[in-house]
C-alpha cells in the first residue's frame, strides 16, 4: 500500500492566523482525502483533493475556510484559515491508492492546537 | 448521504474473552466494509475488511460478518489480549467513494 508522508505532525497556532499541512505520497494515487478528527470522536470527511481541478466539499465545510490544492496524483495540501480555537483537531489525509483492493491508507495526522 | 451507527461506545473485556462491536449503514448501494484500530496519538490502522461480495472474513483472532440484507456487520476479537486495547472504527464505502465512519468503540481488554 502507499506511504504517506504528512507534515506537520503538530503545530500550536494563534487565532486568526492560517496553517498549510502538506501531504506526499511514494506513489501516484487515485484519490485523495482529508478529514478531521475532533477529541475523543471519529473521522469527518472534509473534501475531496481532485487532481487539476477544486476540490469537492462535503457538507459543513467551505473552500474559503479550508482552500485544497492537488497539482499532481502525489502531493496535495488542507489549509486552516483564520482560524479558532475550535478548529483545534488532528487532521489526516488519506489516499485510496488502486481503488479498493488496496484499501484506504491514512497519514499520520497533524495535530493542531489554535490558541 | 450514508449513515453508519457503531455499538457499542465503550467496551471492557477480561483478557482472554471474546469482544463484538456492531456497526449498521444505511445506503444499500455500500460495498465496502473496513475496520480500523486506532491507538492513543497514532493514525487509524486498517486490520481487517470485507466486500459486499463476501459474508464472512476471519485473520487469525479477527473476523468480520456481513449482513446485507439488514445492512449490519460486526467486528469479532476472539481471545482478547491487552495490547487490542484501542478505539476501532468501522467504515463503509460507496459507489462514490466515499468512506463514512461510525463514531468508534473503545475497547479495554483488562489483564
Known amino acids: 500500500s502507499a506511504v504517506i508522508s504528512q507534515k506537520p505532525s503538530r503545530d500550536i497556532c494563534q487565532r486568526g492566523t492560517s496553517l498549510t499541512i502538506q501531504c506526499q505520497v511514494d506513489s501516484q494515487v487515485t484519490m485523495m482525502f482529508w478529514y478531521r478528527q475532533q477529541p475523543g470522536q471519529s473521522l469527518t470527511l472534509i473534501a475531496t483533493?481532485?487532481?487539476?481541478?477544486?476540490?469537492?466539499?462535503e457538507s459543513g465545510f467551505v473552500i474559503d475556510k479550508f482552500p485544497i490544492s492537488r497539482p499532481n496524483l502525489t502531493f496535495s495540501t488542507l489549509t486552516v484559515s483564520n482560524m479558532s480555537p475550535e478548529d483545534s483537531s488532528i487532521y489526516l489525509c488519506?489516499?485510496?491508492?488502486?481503488?479498493?483492493?488496496?484499501?484506504?491508507?491514512f497519514g499520520s495526522g497533524t495535530r493542531l492546537t489554535v490558541v | 448521504g450514508e449513515n453508519v451507527e457503531q455499538h457499542p461506545s465503550t467496551l471492557s473485556v477480561q483478557e482472554g474473552d471474546s469482544a463484538v462491536i456492531k456497526c449498521t449503514y444505511s445506503d444499500s448501494a455500500s460495498n465496502y466494509f473496513p475496520w480500523y484500530k486506532q491507538e492513543l496519538g497514532k493514525r487509524p490502522q486498517l486490520i481487517i475488511d470485507i466486500r459486499s461480495n463476501v459474508g464472512e472474513k476471519k485473520d487469525q483472532r479477527i473476523a468480520v460478518t456481513l449482513n446485507k440484507t439488514a445492512k449490519h456487520f460486526s467486528l469479532h476479537i476472539t481471545e482478547t489480549q491487552p495490547e487490542d486495547s484501542a478505539v476501532y472504527f468501522c467504515?463503509?464505502?460507496?459507489?462514490?467513494?466515499?468512506?463514512?465512519f461510525g463514531g468508534g468503540t473503545r475497547l479495554m481488554v483488562k489483564p
Open positions: 483533493a481532485n487532481q487539476g481541478s477544486e476540490a469537492t466539499y
Open positions: 488519506s489516499v485510496l491508492s488502486r481503488g479498493l483492493p488496496d484499501g484506504y491508507t
Open positions: 467504515a463503509a464505502h460507496n459507489a462514490g467513494n466515499m468512506l463514512t
